[in-house]
């Protein structure tokens, strides 16, 4: 069932029946006024409306493994309309992906930011640093979507993309070290962690401070004391992203020696290309002094 979402929607309501989509899910926190909270069928086409916040939204769609072939976010609301988090930034992006399908389309307004804080977070290299790799600009025809048709369409100039998922790549899987170190979003992996460690990103607090079965620390030294006071009676396994130290060889040690001493798998996921090198140099240098 080809699948579309679109994040911010607005109230008004909107023809689709030109759409190459099944099902439509239109998601924005104001349907509450109109209290719109329901699924319909129109024309064949399964109407989905979700009256709350994105995140709220996320987690029903991955709790009912709803997969999307198209993303859309034009005038998402970002602080005058109470959106804390930009609908196409780095955070938000990584968390979106498991309810992605391999391949799909992604619509947005890059304009929307204006000259804000956040205009790099959604530009083209956002997306390079994202789970997925973009296979090229596509016409907004090509993507089944009648532009004219979306609300706010009018306001801002749209550029839509096709993207393929990124696969995970092991860079080091020892069973023996209960340690790993992969190539991909550790969000794909979510479901199966029992803690995340996350360096936190202050631009992007009210978003962060939502998720949960996190520990936040900040850029620089890993937070060893952290790990030591989880619950290992509750923690088997644990994912971390990169906190970019200039002590990277002597904490990865503790870290493994961590996983080792108390039978827990710890993974260090990351998706930047220079992390990659990176990671491989000192995880030699790791083992080496083992």
Same mark, same amino acid.
């Given at each position: 069932?080809?699948? /579309?979402?679109?994040?911010?929607?607005?109230?008004?309501?909107?023809?689709?029946?030109?759409?190459?989509?099944?099902?439509?899910?239109? $998601?924005?926190?104001?349907?509450?006024?109109?209290?719109?909270?329901?699924?319909?069928? $129109?024309?064949?086409? $399964?109407?989905?409306?979700?009256? =709350? %916040?994105? /995140?709220?939204?996320?987690?029903?769609?991955?709790?009912?493994?709803?997969?999307?072939? =198209?993303?859309?976010?034009?005038?998402?609301?970002?602080?005058?309309?109470?959106?804390?988090?930009?609908?196409?930034? &780095?955070?938000?992006?990584?968390?979106? %992906?498991?309810?992605? #399908?391999?391949?799909?389309?992604? !619509?947005?307004?890059?304009?929307?930011?204006?000259?804000?804080? !956040?205009?790099?977070?959604? #530009?083209?290299?956002?997306?390079?640093? &994202? *789970?997925?790799?973009?296979?090229?600009?596509? *016409?907004?025809?090509?993507?089944?979507?009648?532009? *004219?048709?979306? #609300?706010?369409?009018?306001?801002?100039?749209?550029? &839509?993309?096709?993207?393929?998922?990124?696969?995970?790549?092991?860079?080091?899987?020892?069973?023996?070290?209960?340690?790993?170190?992969?190539?991909?979003?550790?969000?794909?992996?979510?479901?199966?962690?029992?803690?995340?460690?996350?360096?936190?990103?202050?631009?992007? *607090?009210?978003?962060?401070?939502?998720?949960?079965?996190?520990?936040?620390?900040?850029?620089?030294?890993?937070?060893?004391?952290?790990?030591?006071?989880?619950?290992?009676?509750?923690?088997?396994?644990?994912?971390?992203?990169?906190?970019?130290?200039?002590?990277?060889?002597?904490?990865?040690?503790?870290?493994?020696?961590?996983?080792?001493?108390?039978?827990?798998? !710890?993974?260090?996921?990351?998706?930047?290309?220079?992390?990659?090198? /990176?990671?491989?140099?000192?995880?030699?240098?790791?083992?080496?002094? !083992?």
């Amino acid at each position: 069932m080809k699948t /579309l979402a679109y994040f911010g929607c607005g109230i008004e309501t909107m023809d689709f029946s030109d759409f190459q989509y099944d099902r439509i899910i239109l $998601i924005d926190y104001h349907l509450k006024i109109l209290n719109k909270n329901f699924e319909e069928v $129109i024309e064949n086409k $399964i109407i989905i409306k979700m009256a =709350c %916040a994105a /995140l709220d939204a996320l987690a029903i769609l991955k709790q009912k493994n709803i997969k999307l072939d =198209c993303y859309i976010s034009i005038n998402e609301g970002l602080r005058d309309g109470y959106g804390d988090y930009p609908l196409n930034g &780095s955070y938000f992006l990584s968390y979106l %992906a498991p309810v992605l #399908n391999d391949t799909y389309y992604h !619509i947005y307004a890059p304009r929307y930011y204006g000259k804000t804080d !956040i205009t790099p977070l959604c #530009n083209k290299k956002n997306f390079n640093n &994202s *789970s997925f790799n973009i296979l090229g600009p596509v *016409s907004i025809e090509a993507t089944g979507v009648i532009a *004219s048709k979306l #609300n706010n369409c009018e306001n801002f100039p749209l550029k &839509s993309y096709l993207l393929q998922r990124r696969r995970d790549i092991v860079v080091f899987d020892d069973p023996n070290a209960n340690f790993k170190i992969i190539y991909g979003n550790i969000w794909a992996h979510e479901p199966d962690l029992d803690v995340l460690f996350l360096t936190l990103n202050k631009k992007y *607090s009210p978003f962060l401070k939502q998720l949960k079965k996190i520990e936040w620390f900040e850029k620089g030294v890993f937070p060893y004391d952290k790990l030591e006071n989880l619950n290992m009676k509750e923690v088997k396994k644990i994912g971390i992203i990169p906190w970019y130290s200039i002590n990277y060889i002597e904490e990865l040690k503790k870290i493994m020696e961590f996983a080792e001493k108390n039978s827990i798998e !710890i993974t260090l996921f990351f998706v930047d290309k220079n992390d990659q090198i /990176l990671f491989e140099n000192i995880l030699q240098n790791t083992l080496l002094k !083992i």
